[in-house]
């Protein structure tokens, strides 16, 4: 068995380990407290999640919110990505932009979120604007600095040996970047959903947001635990399966292409 199979074999039983010694700390706080009305143990909130599963109403929930994440990290990740590109490569146009970025970089979300409803109104259209806009200012500062990054003699190697913008793009900006695309894409996923559920706790009439806003308007804990942790567990599998391996092959694309003659 190789090195890289044992390191990933440790990992995974080391994060199933610390998921378990998680539910025991949460086990133990609950029955500190004894009020399963504030604070439901494992047991109960795995019931309610096996009856809200059954009944339907999970799933539906889960996937309306998957598909605003899906839509707005998209749309953000693209803008943001060609945005601070450009940024990065033309000083001039970055040096004017810049202003704007810090103000969209510090621009509450909650604020952008009520502007959206009350310009577009209390449809799906103002809940992905408002998501997307939140997402993309992060996008396109690391991108930008990124680029700001690249090795100049490599854009004097490529314009004597003539390459393409095609080639120039597939094998020397795309690997010089892909580190720091990474980088957005796990931010993003740890950032963008949390926006989401604002965006449905505020204004949306389905999703884990929409659902929880009910629940807790209900006093219903558990039911409240129950659909955060089915939106928080899918996110982690999303990052352990999607995210982390393509931030480890974006850093050897670039250590391979480094090397390259």
Not at 19 to 30: E, N, S, V
Not at 68 to 75: C, E, K, N
Not at 139 to 154: C, E, H, W, Y
Not at 203 to 230: D, E, K
Request: aromatic share 10%; proline share 5%; with cysteine.
């Amino acid at each position: 068995m190789s090195e890289k199979s044992l390191d990933d074999r440790l990992q995974g039983s080391v994060f199933l380990l610390s998921l378990g010694l998680f539910g025991l700390f949460w086990a133990a706080l609950a029955a500190l407290k004894a009020d399963p009305t504030v604070l439901p143990g494992p047991v109960e909130v795995a019931r309610v999640f096996w009856s809200e599963t059954a009944a339907g109403r999970l799933p539906k929930e889960l996937l309306a919110t998957l598909l605003r994440v899906a839509v707005s990290f998209g749309l953000a990740m693209a803008a943001g990505s060609l945005l601070g590109f450009l940024l990065g490569r033309h000083r001039a146009l970055d040096r004017w932009a810049d202003p704007w970025v810090t103000i969209f970089m510090n621009l509450p979300a909650l604020v952008l979120i009520v502007l959206c409803y009350l310009w577009i109104g209390l449809n799906e259209l103002a809940a992905i604007v408002a998501v997307t806009l939140n997402k993309t200012a992060m996008v396109m500062v690391t991108v930008r600095q990124g680029v700001k990054s690249f090795d100049p003699a490599l854009d004097d190697l490529a314009f004597v040996a003539r390459l393409s913008p095609r080639e120039r793009l597939r094998h020397l900006i795309l690997p010089q970047l892909a580190p720091w695309l990474a980088v957005a894409a796990r931010n993003g996923i740890a950032v963008i959903w949390k926006i989401v559920l604002v965006v449905e706790f505020l204004g949306r009439s389905n999703g884990i947001g929409f659902r929880i806003h009910l629940y807790f308007q209900q006093f219903q804990t558990a039911h409240v635990i129950a659909y955060s942790l089915a939106f928080v567990g899918f996110m982690l599998i999303v990052e352990h399966a999607l995210v982390q391996p393509w931030e480890a092959r974006s850093v050897a694309w670039k250590s391979e292409a480094g090397q390259r003659p």
